[in-house]
């Protein structure tokens, strides 16, 4: 049963930074697009981050380009979200998902495998 677990979330001040982690288990993970998505209570879920399956492609929206970075290591299944510059806009439960050849947009509806998410809360 293919899983995803995300890690690294907390409380951080408005200008300092975070890496999210996500560990995949029972998916071939060199094969999938994956993407961070988030959402904030009232708001629709956002794709933040997306690099396609052969990782020759990312999508930032945006809000965080230049400030986010995904990557991606095949061997140790694990994807990653650098945020840097984090803004109180930014406060929202996080979610990792993957998609078995996927474009690497970040369209929620291609995403067939998420996360149970990682809370990202940024004070000012």
């Known amino acids: 049963q293919a899983q995803l677990v995300e890690s690294g979330g907390g409380l951080v001040q408005a200008g300092e930074s975070l890496e999210l982690s996500c560990t995949a288990s029972g998916l071939n993970f060199a094969v999938n697009a994956l993407a961070w998505f988030r959402q904030a209570p009232g708001k629709e879920r956002e794709g933040v981050a997306c690099v396609n399956w052969s990782g020759g492609r990312t999508y930032y929206p945006e809000s965080v380009k230049g400030r986010f970075t995904i990557s991606r290591d095949n061997d140790k299944n694990t994807l990653f979200l650098q945020m840097s510059s984090l803004k109180p806009e930014d406060t929202a439960k996080y979610y990792c998902?993957?998609?078995?050849?996927?474009?690497?947009?970040?369209?929620?509806?291609?995403?067939?495998?998420w996360g149970q998410g990682t809370q990202v809360t940024v004070s000012s």
């Open positions: 998902a993957a998609a078995k050849y996927g474009s690497g947009l970040c369209q929620p509806k291609e995403y067939n495998v």
